[in-house]
């Protein structure tokens, strides 16, 4: 299954894996390349790439990612093509190596690809990478590293500018196209139905709907494979002079817990959440089924789509507090639930789907994808063009069995948020 150059190909999703798969076909000299979305609004002001910033990191158990890590960051070092989308703060992981085996793996990748790591062995050595301003928990009876290659980006900045390029290279992006299913003939896939009527003919279909992947396209029952998943989040509106003294904090990331945090952006606002198995939320079907988890966003839901559980927001504040006592006695200004499309074993979904030469899938990005926007499209290009290592066609297979389990997020039990009481405005308050 392979594409040729002067293929018609249609990517459904104009997210992270759509427009970085737009961009690398065109830069591979594919003719005719058209990227649709849902939303009337791009970057889709509900999507997980157009979160407000994203963690850019190498510290990964599996050294395929850390590596590809490592080559998106150089990438994104390219001021010409990203402006100052990234920000090099880099990333404190914390938490004892030794009870945390995906950090230790991380380490020992990080130390292998020749990162710039600092040990932090004590309490004073890890405050030592904190500016002298900044009034810091306890950080007791823990270890951590620093690594000094990686940061955060600015998400929505990020795809707004490889969009732009993809229309400049000759790309075609059309927002408000509301995808609902396959065409079909003969068991190949042949295009789009929109829920308009119209059908998009297309040779390959490209699948990149991101956490609405499963629900637009009932028909392939992706189930878990790509499951829809929310994350909860809340941010902290600082004071100029505040923003100024917390600016050069790096990043704090603690894989036991799940918790991070980045450093304040331009307009002097932090955000926290939690990585952990996250939150599904399911559509009973006509029937009384169990539907599809899809997300529950401010366009489905208005402002009740921007709220998380009240008791991820008692958990985000009493995490908060044991590194930045000060800010944990500020309100949250805000709170947004994430939603990530996830794998059983945290690998992306890449790939032809079984037996269909004109669908491919490129999902799943299960909470680690948006930092490989620069590079990600390379990996689905080689997927489109048959190029891809035999051992990553098998590693990203739709209908792969999946043997080990996504070790990186905080081990607690998936929810639905049918079961959740949602957070008040008091939740926000100190």
Same mark, same amino acid.
């Given at each position: 299954?392979? !594409?040729?150059?002067?293929?018609? %190909? ?23 390349? &058209? ?13 997980? #790439? &157009? ?5 850019? @990191?190498? *510290? ?73 301003? /900044? ?17 955060? !980006? ?20 059309? =927002? ?37 992947? !499963? ?12 499951? *829809?998943?929310?994350? *909860? ?13 917390? @600016?050069?904090?790096?990043? %704090? ?23 952990? &198995?996250?939150?599904? #939320?399911?559509? /009973? ?7 599809? #988890?899809?997300?529950?966003? /401010? ?80 990996? /689905? ?15 990203? =297979? ?9 070790? #990186? ?22």
């Amino acid at each position: 299954m392979v !594409a040729q150059k002067q293929d018609k %190909i249609l990517i459904v999703g104009a997210g992270c894996f759509g427009i970085s798969t737009a961009y690398h076909l065109l830069a591979r000299g594919f003719t005719d390349v &058209t990227v649709i979305d849902r939303s009337d609004i791009l970057p889709a002001p509900d999507a997980a #790439s &157009t979160d407000l910033n994203k963690v850019v @990191r190498t *510290s990964y158990s599996d050294p395929y990612y850390t590596q590809l890590a490592r080559d998106a960051i150089a990438a994104w070092k390219d001021e010409e093509m990203w402006g100052d989308t990234y920000h090099e703060s880099g990333v404190l992981v914390v938490g004892s190596r030794d009870e945390t085996p995906y950090a230790s793996k991380g380490y020992e990748n990080d130390a292998a690809i020749g990162a710039r790591i600092i040990d932090l062995p004590t309490t004073d050595a890890i405050r030592s990478v904190f500016p002298a301003g /900044v009034k810091l928990g306890g950080f007791n009876e823990v270890s951590a590293y620093l690594n000094k290659d990686g940061g955060w !980006a600015f998400a929505a900045q990020g795809v707004a500018r490889m969009t732009a390029k993809v229309v400049e290279m000759g790309g075609r992006v059309e =927002a408000g196209v509301n995808v609902t299913g396959l065409a079909r003939k003969d068991g190949k896939t042949v295009g789009v139905v929109c829920r308009d009527g119209k059908t998009i003919d297309a040779d390959v279909v490209v699948a990149a709907a991101g956490s609405w992947t !499963a629900s637009t396209f009932a028909e392939l029952e992706l189930g878990d494979r790509c499951l *829809s998943t929310g994350q *909860s989040i809340a941010t902290i509106q600082l004071t100029p002079d505040e923003g100024a003294r917390y @600016r050069e904090v790096p990043i %704090i990331l603690d894989f036991s817990s799940g918790f991070y945090m980045f450093p304040p952006n331009q307009d002097n606002i932090v955000k926290m959440a939690i990585h952990e &198995t996250g939150f599904t #939320s399911y559509i /009973v079907n006509t029937d009384g089924g169990k539907g599809i #988890s899809t997300p529950r966003t /401010v366009t489905s839901h208005g402002s009740d789509g921007l709220l998380i559980p009240q008791s991820r927001a008692k958990m985000l504040r009493t995490k908060l507090g044991a590194v930045y006592p000060e800010l944990a006695e500020k309100p949250f200004s805000g709170t947004r639930m994430c939603w990530y499309t996830d794998s059983p074993d945290g690998d992306w979904v890449i790939g032809y789907y079984p037996s269909d030469a004109g669908l491919v899938l490129a999902t799943s990005g299960s909470g680690h994808a948006y930092k490989f926007l620069p590079v990600i499209g390379s990996v /689905v290009a080689d997927t489109i063009d048959g190029t891809l290592d035999p051992a990553l066609v098998s590693k990203f =297979a739709v209908n792969r069995e999946s043997v080990k389990i996504d070790l #990186s997020r905080a081990p607690a039990a998936r929810q639905d948020l049918a079961g959740e009481v949602f957070c008040t405005p008091g939740d926000l308050l100190p």
